[in-house]
């Protein structure tokens, strides 16, 4: 009779934690690199804002294609070989993206990017279900969460603390476009090398260990998508419209607040030092949304968890976005009010949104809900990273000129009314006979 083989240690488990989220630490890191280099590639490379909005909306047209056939890959070549490919891809993307300052070449690396990236998360997320589930599923996936967001805060700031890449003749010469994209290239190679780690650690268990089957891939289906309730289809719209207010705001936020930095402390942009210090500040404030979902997405949600009011929390934390970005665009209140209220939001409405779903969908049919929400929250990330862009251009927006960002302010503030009315109407049909219960399941109940 064969043996029966021992389960993997925590300690190995925890070892596998760390090499998925190190591969997807550097993914973040190369996706965010370009926030700070805006203004630079404007000033030295030619790009206009609309042409820069292209670079994420080129990742984003990539990663609508990805999400049909990543999980048939997964399924197909297995976790570790889909990973490492997924990872390659992302480091690829990275390198062509730095190789040479030309739009055409920027654009093919993006794209490059976004074949790989949604795809790895895809595999990181399966491997920890492999791992993880019927353990610590949901706090792997917390930590697992940290580590990625690290890579985006660390993003944000490279200003600040690598200053050797874009200052590499000092502070009163050209700041340099590519040597912080080469950065880029350097941080993500942790993408490869945790994906590496996992092929050996995986093909090591797989001898010695009894694994769980790999996690079912989210699978792409528009017709078992059409039966879904009006409830699912509210938390769609409600995703589509927050998360595209956020994250392609996000693409353009370190220029626009180093405009403003400037223009209410009285500085002007063809001073060096001042426009060096204003625009670390900006990548700090960009940073504190990735920071502030970190620490506070995990207390929301087991605020939610204890007393329910899921669709209630939606209504508030869209309620808070709503005003975000007509303050940065016409008021003089302190970036730290609107940063702190936009970060609140990104906060509390994620933590109930995403697992909500599970109590709106059959357990059977998530997979389909799940990757049709990403699916269209990409096409949003790529309406309005090219909208945005290019009202932008319209505007003349530039470090001189604040008001010149207004009409992509109200473009995001648009999306914040949709927000807050699609929490309404999931509002109202949650408090109806037709509930799913949403405002009224808790650790405690367990029922509606």
Same mark, same amino acid.
């Given at each position: 009779?064969?043996?029966r083989?021992?389960?993997p240690?925590?300690?190995?488990?925890w070892?596998v934690?760390?090499?998925?989220?190190l591969a997807?630490?550097?993914?973040?890191y190369i996706?965010?690199?370009i926030?700070?280099?805006?203004?630079?590639?404007?000033?030295?490379?030619?790009?206009?804002?609309?042409?820069?909005?292209?670079?994420?909306?080129?990742?984003?047209?990539a990663?609508?294609?990805?999400?049909f056939?990543?999980?048939i890959?997964i399924?197909?070549?297995?976790l570790?070989?889909?990973l490492?490919?997924?990872?390659?891809?992302?480091?690829?993307?990275?390198?062509?993206?730095?190789?040479?300052?030309?739009?055409p070449t920027?654009?093919?690396?993006r794209?490059?990017?976004?074949?790989g990236?949604?795809?790895?998360i895809?595999?990181?997320?399966?491997?920890?279900?492999?791992?993880?589930?019927?353990k610590?599923?949901?706090?792997?996936?917390?930590?697992?969460?940290?580590?990625a967001?690290?890579?985006?805060?660390?993003?944000?700031?490279?200003?600040?603390w690598?200053?050797?890449?874009?200052?590499?003749?000092?502070?009163?010469a050209p700041?340099?476009?590519?040597?912080?994209?080469?950065?880029?290239?350097?941080?993500?190679?942790?993408t490869?090398?945790?994906?590496?780690?996992?092929?050996?650690?995986e093909?090591?268990?797989?001898?010695?260990?009894?694994?769980?089957?790999?996690?079912?891939?989210?699978?792409?289906?528009?017709?078992?998508?059409?039966?879904?309730?009006?409830?699912?289809?509210?938390?769609?719209?409600?995703?589509?419209?927050?998360y595209?207010?956020?994250f392609?705001?996000?693409?353009f936020a370190?220029?626009?607040? !180093?405009s403003?930095?400037?223009?209410?402390?009285g500085?002007v942009?063809?001073?060096?030092?001042?426009?060096?210090?204003?625009?670390?500040?900006?990548g700090?404030?960009?940073?504190?949304?990735?920071?502030s979902?970190?620490?506070?997405t995990?207390?929301f949600?087991l605020?939610?968890?204890?007393?329910g009011?899921?669709?209630?929390?939606?209504?508030a934390?869209?309620?808070?976005m709503?005003?975000?970005?007509?303050?940065?665009a016409?008021?003089?209140?302190?970036l730290?009010?609107?940063?702190?209220?936009l970060?609140?939001?990104?906060s509390?409405?994620?933590?109930?949104?995403?697992?909500?779903?599970?109590?709106l969908?059959n357990?059977?049919?998530?997979?389909?809900?799940?990757?049709?929400?990403?699916?269209l929250?990409?096409?949003?990330?790529?309406?309005?990273?090219?909208?945005v862009g290019?009202?932008?251009?319209?505007g003349?927006?530039?470090?001189?000129?604040?008001?010149?960002?207004?009409l992509?302010?109200?473009?995001f503030?648009?999306?914040?009314?949709?927000?807050l009315f699609?929490?309404?109407?999931?509002?109202?049909?949650?408090?109806?006979?037709s509930?799913?219960?949403?405002?009224?399941?808790? !650790?405690?109940?367990?029922?509606?």
């Amino acid at each position: 009779m064969t043996a029966r083989r021992p389960q993997p240690s925590p300690l190995y488990r925890w070892l596998v934690l760390l090499f998925v989220s190190l591969a997807q630490f550097g993914n973040y890191y190369i996706y965010d690199s370009i926030n700070p280099l805006e203004r630079i590639f404007r000033d030295q490379l030619s790009f206009s804002a609309s042409m820069f909005g292209w670079l994420n909306a080129s990742y984003s047209l990539a990663a609508i294609l990805t999400l049909f056939i990543g999980g048939i890959l997964i399924d197909r070549f297995g976790l570790r070989k889909s990973l490492m490919l997924f990872s390659a891809l992302c480091l690829a993307g990275a390198a062509l993206t730095a190789f040479k300052g030309n739009f055409p070449t920027m654009v093919a690396g993006r794209t490059l990017l976004g074949l790989g990236a949604e795809s790895q998360i895809v595999a990181v997320t399966t491997a920890l279900a492999r791992w993880f589930k019927g353990k610590e599923l949901s706090f792997a996936f917390g930590i697992n969460l940290v580590i990625a967001r690290l890579a985006s805060i660390a993003a944000d700031n490279s200003r600040s603390w690598a200053h050797f890449a874009f200052f590499p003749n000092g502070i009163n010469a050209p700041q340099s476009w590519q040597d912080p994209l080469w950065l880029a290239v350097a941080v993500g190679s942790t993408t490869v090398i945790g994906a590496a780690v996992y092929w050996g650690l995986e093909s090591f268990a797989e001898e010695r260990y009894a694994l769980g089957k790999a996690g079912e891939p989210d699978k792409l289906s528009f017709a078992e998508g059409l039966k879904f309730n009006p409830s699912y289809w509210f938390v769609v719209g409600l995703c589509v419209s927050f998360y595209s207010g956020i994250f392609p705001f996000r693409t353009f936020a370190i220029d626009l607040f !180093t405009s403003r930095i400037l223009h209410f402390t009285g500085q002007v942009s063809t001073s060096p030092a001042a426009l060096a210090s204003a625009q670390q500040q900006a990548g700090f404030y960009n940073s504190l949304l990735p920071l502030s979902a970190m620490i506070a997405t995990p207390l929301f949600g087991l605020l939610a968890d204890k007393i329910g009011k899921r669709a209630t929390f939606m209504v508030a934390g869209s309620f808070l976005m709503m005003p975000v970005y007509l303050i940065i665009a016409y008021t003089a209140l302190p970036l730290a009010v609107p940063v702190t209220m936009l970060g609140v939001a990104f906060s509390l409405i994620p933590a109930v949104l995403w697992p909500s779903v599970a109590y709106l969908v059959n357990e059977h049919r998530l997979g389909t809900a799940y990757a049709l929400m990403s699916l269209l929250q990409q096409v949003g990330f790529f309406a309005f990273n090219w909208a945005v862009g290019a009202a932008n251009d319209i505007g003349h927006a530039s470090l001189d000129n604040l008001r010149g960002y207004a009409l992509g302010m109200w473009l995001f503030s648009i999306l914040g009314f949709l927000a807050l009315f699609f929490a309404i109407l999931l509002r109202a049909r949650e408090t109806s006979p037709s509930a799913h219960g949403l405002e009224t399941i808790t !650790t405690a109940t367990g029922t509606t």
